[in-house]
């Protein structure tokens, strides 16, 4: 009996050694668990919105339809600092003296999502145009865009990039898409 009690008494000491070490593992990985999504919260808060001094710009051709043309722009992240973005660029074409070009930007229903670019990271945006006059349009010589201001969401500023796409008729409607990570395709 003294064996049966004695095994008896070591099972229900190492059950709970065993309870408690679990306990032990369960609230450190909790507690670890909880200190990464605080230390998420806490890069998200520090990490700037993208602004232009942030930022590069560069415009890329992509394949073209009857009348129809696309393009990306892609917004390159040039500081030593993650920042954030998120959202529709806004654009206006100018022509080589600089005066605005006819501009409408329309957004293209999406889901915006929150863009975190580290360092050399990007995020681009696909735009379509229309080469097809619209009725009573000027002629395409005074609807020639020489360049292209791209203001990042939620700025002031703009950065400028050259314009060598042709004309973009239809009253200068440029349909745009949310932000995405990355460069974007490249036909």
């Given at each position: 009996m003294r064996n049966s009690k004695w095994t008896?008494?070591?099972v229900v000491s190492s059950?709970?050694?065993a309870a408690s070490a679990m306990a032990l593992v369960g609230l450190t990985a909790g507690?670890?668990?909880a200190s990464t999504a605080s230390q998420a919260r806490t890069l998200v808060a520090q990490t700037s919105w993208a602004d232009t001094g942030d930022l590069k710009v560069q415009i890329h051709a992509l394949n073209?339809?009857?009348?129809?043309?696309?393009?990306s722009v892609?917004?390159?992240n040039k500081s030593r600092k993650?920042?954030?973005t998120q959202g529709y660029v806004g654009l206006q074409l100018l022509n080589s003296a600089g005066k605005n070009v006819t501009t409408h930007v329309v957004r293209d229903?999406?889901?915006p999502k929150l863009i975190t670019l580290k360092p050399g990271q990007s995020a681009y945006t696909e735009l379509h145009w229309s080469v097809v006059g619209a009725k009573g349009e000027p002629t395409k010589a005074e609807k020639n865009p020489a360049k292209l201001e791209v203001?990042?969401?939620d700025s002031r500023h703009h950065l400028t990039t050259s314009w060598k796409l042709g004309e973009v008729l239809q009253k200068g409607r440029i349909d745009v898409t949310p932000l995405a990570k990355g460069t974007g395709p490249t036909h």
């Open positions: 008896n008494g070591w059950a709970i050694a507690v670890s668990q073209a339809g009857a009348g129809q043309r696309y393009a892609v917004l390159t993650s920042v954030r229903p999406g889901h203001t990042p969401p």
